[in-house]
């Protein structure tokens, strides 16, 4: 008899910045998630009206043309994507900004860079639900 492992939960990480996305995937995958990535909210949208099987969002606060407060509104006025997780990110240590996206329905706001142990408190905390 074959034993079916359960599949790996499935993030969706954003960030403009081709660095700081290599660095979040990498920790998300060391943790044994599966990562896409994309370059823009806009390309966020895309990959979720594709794919459904998102089981938490992780973005940058800062990015050209949507940004990762925009991404997460449209996330949470959605009744198809509003269960998903969001967790922001940002460089800037900013309380109103930070305060701004919780009460938008964040879970989390990270300030970078992102260490190892945000990833495993947030993966165990949002994703076992």
């Known amino acids: 008899m074959m034993t079916v492992l359960p599949e790996p939960p499935h993030v969706l990480a954003v960030d403009d910045s081709i660095v700081d996305r290599a660095v979040i995937s990498r920790l998300l995958r060391s943790s044994k998630y599966r990562v896409t990535t994309v370059d ?14 998102v089981h938490m969002i992780i973005t940058d606060y800062c990015m050209p043309e949507m940004s990762g407060y925009d991404l997460l509104k449209r996330v949470k006025e959605s ?5 998903i997780p ?14 701004m996206c919780l009460e938008e329905g964040a879970e989390e706001f990270l300030i970078k860079p992102v260490r190892p142990s945000d990833v495993s ?8 639900r």
Do not use: F, H, Y
């Open 40 to 53: 823009s909210g806009k390309r966020a949208l895309e990959v979720l009206s594709l794919d459904r099987n």
């Open 79 to 83: 009744a198809e994507l509003r269960e």
């Open 86 to 99: 969001v967790v922001i990110m940002s460089s800037e240590n900013s309380p109103t900004r930070i305060q």
């Open 121 to 128: 408190r947030l993966c165990s905390r949002l994703i076992t």
